[in-house]
């Protein structure tokens, strides 16, 4: 397993960590950072002034207007806060700056450690063009697809060859924007042009490719996690094939679809698409998994949404040996350490209403209740009287369970989430209700269409919706604050 040191192995402590995030990834990383001794310093914007992850931080640096990219997105203001405030290292969460290679290299310039990978591993693996070139030499399999594409006639010639539907991306994409499916020629070209303009905007590069379309197949990623030393450990896969508008929405570990056999393969090109690019760190080999056969999608250079489904089954906290990666540490456990104990369900609780169309949904939470009990673990951004603001992802919290088994796990998240109460906002938790209802669902039979193919599942989670929160908490805000105002008036009354 060992072999040539793809960096400096020397040690590098780090007494005091900058998130550079907001919402429940920042708490995320704050949480492990506080059982490790230590010290964290949010950076936030306006809206976030009165986060949880800014209560939560030990210091607490305002970086400007709500706009990410007045704020989140300014590399130099944030280094610049890692400097006044004396922070050694920066965590980067998902999302914003953490997959820009340049963000690294001005930590790097800056003698500021970057808890991640190397900029030039993020480079490789950053744009899914050259991440498919670099797995592939590496012998990984990659879905059938082309370089980027250039003129319009090479992405027709493709389609002829493979046949349609084919898949428009962009080489810099995440997130699922900007992915254009193409069911026929004659749509080919206006998606070719959209996917560009998409890209140019969202991600500064119109550079696009285009990929075979694979039917009805399910997603299935590796966690891999790598020292310095050359040591690269995969910690098993997670299923994410339920997703809405390519956004994962309920995560699971183990996959119901993968045999002991298959996980050995998957893991094993896990490992060698990481070692392809010199990585070190926590990272993720996404693959789309159809009927035994796996595919590289692409791969995720940081640390993601869903990591908790696999600490909660291999007992690894993922965000703890990141930092200890990151000061040079040799990872404390070899691959043949590494188990699968039971199972985990993650559900993505979103501030979204079901009655139109799961539209974001920002708002005052008035009354919040977190469920507890055995088995269940909720990672939030969120509190009582919190003003969730428009700005950001809808995203508030995630609701993860673990069990001994996979229908002992779906039960525990139902029951879970009807505990959860977010009052005065809406939440996408009747979808989640309405979904592990369907029994294709219990019986594991999922692939990325779930949600298309199960046409009942929305109108059932509209119905639950209306029906309101399940655990009844009694009077809520406005009901108190009318109790609160007649009590003073009375004892205005009677005072004057
Ligand atoms: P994960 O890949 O961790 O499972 P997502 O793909 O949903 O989760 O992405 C996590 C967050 O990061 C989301 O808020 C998503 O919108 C955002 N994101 C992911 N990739 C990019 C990107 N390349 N550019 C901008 N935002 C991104
Ligand atoms: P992003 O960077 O936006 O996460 P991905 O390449 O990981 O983009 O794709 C996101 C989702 O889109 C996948 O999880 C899968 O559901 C779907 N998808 C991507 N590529 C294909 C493909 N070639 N065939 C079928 N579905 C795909
Ligand atoms: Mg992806």
């Known amino acids: 397993m060992a072999r040539k040191p793809v960096a400096a192995p020397g040690r590098r402590p ?127 399999p ?13 992405g027709r010639a493709f389609a002829a060859k493979v046949g349609f539907p084919v898949l428009v991306k962009a080489a810099a994409g ?34 696009i490719f285009i990929e075979k379309y694979v039917a009805e197949p399910r997603h299935v990623e590796i966690q891999v996690i790598a020292d310095a030393h050359g040591n690269v450990v995969h910690l098993g896969e997670r299923e994410c094939s339920i997703q809405r508008r390519h956004q994962k929405l309920i995560e699971e570990s183990p996959s119901p679809a993968v045999t002991p056999e298959i996980r050995e393969r998957m893991g094993r090109a896990a490992v060698e698409a990481a070692r392809a690019c010199g990585y070190v760190n926590a990272g993720t080999i996404e693959f789309i998994f159809s009927r035994g056969d796996f595919y590289f999608l692409e791969m995720n250079t940081r640390l993601q949404v869903e990591h908790p489904v696999t600490e909660l089954v291999t007992g690894i906290d993922l965000v703890r040996t990141q930092l200890r990666v990151a000061m ?16 985990a369900m993650e559900f993505r609780v979103n501030a979204e209403d079901p009655a139109r169309d799961f539209m974001p949904a920002p708002g005052r939470i008035g009354r919040y209740h977190e469920p507890g009990g055995i088995g269940v673990r909720v990672d939030s951004g969120v509190y009582a009287g919190y003003t969730i603001p428009p700005y950001y992802d809808s995203m508030i919290a995630k609701l993860i369970v673990w069990a001994g088994t996979r229908d002992e796990a779906v039960d525990r998240g139902r029951r879970a989430l009807r505990e959860y109460v977010v009052g005065g906002v809406r939440t996408n938790m009747p979808l989640h209700l309405a979904i592990t209802e369907a029994a294709d669902f219990r019986a594991g039979r999922l692939s990325t269409h779930f949600i298309p193919d199960h046409p009942e599942v929305m ?8 029906e309101g ?19 003073v008036q009375h004892h205005a009354a009677v005072a004057g």
Not at 459 to 466: G, K, L, M, N, V
């Open 14 to 140: 780090i007494r005091k960590v900058l998130v550079a995030n907001r919402g429940e990834i920042a708490v995320r990383v704050m949480r492990a950072c506080r059982e490790m001794g230590i010290a964290t310093v949010a950076v936030h914007s306006e809206a976030d002034a009165g986060a949880l992850f800014v209560k939560y931080a030990d210091e607490a640096v305002a970086i400007g207007p709500p706009s990410p990219s007045m704020s989140y997105l300014v590399k130099e203001r944030i280094v610049e806060a890692a400097q006044q405030t004396g922070a050694d290292a920066i965590h980067p969460g998902y999302g914003f700056l953490s997959e820009k290679a340049d963000f690294v290299r001005m930590c790097d310039a800056a003698g500021i450690t970057f808890i991640g990978p190397p900029a030039a591993a993020m480079d490789r693996m950053g744009d899914k063009v050259r991440a498919r070139e670099t797995v592939s030499a590496a012998g990984v």
């Open 142 to 154: 990659i879905v059938p697809g082309t370089p980027p594409i250039t003129d319009p006639e090479e």
């Open 174 to 207: 995440g997130g699922g924007i900007g992915m254009k499916v193409v069911e026929r020629e004659a749509d080919l070209l206006p998606a070719i042009e959209s996917c560009q303009s998409t890209a140019r905007s969202a991600f500064g590069d119109p550079t």
């Open 328 to 343: 040079g540490e040799a990872l404390p456990f070899t691959q043949a350490d590494v188990r699968q104990n039971g199972w």
């Open 459 to 466: 109108a059932r989670a509209a119905e639950i919706a209306a």
């Open 469 to 487: 929160p399940a655990l009844d908490l009694g009077a809520g805000d406005a009901v108190r604050v009318a109790a609160i105002a007649a009590a």
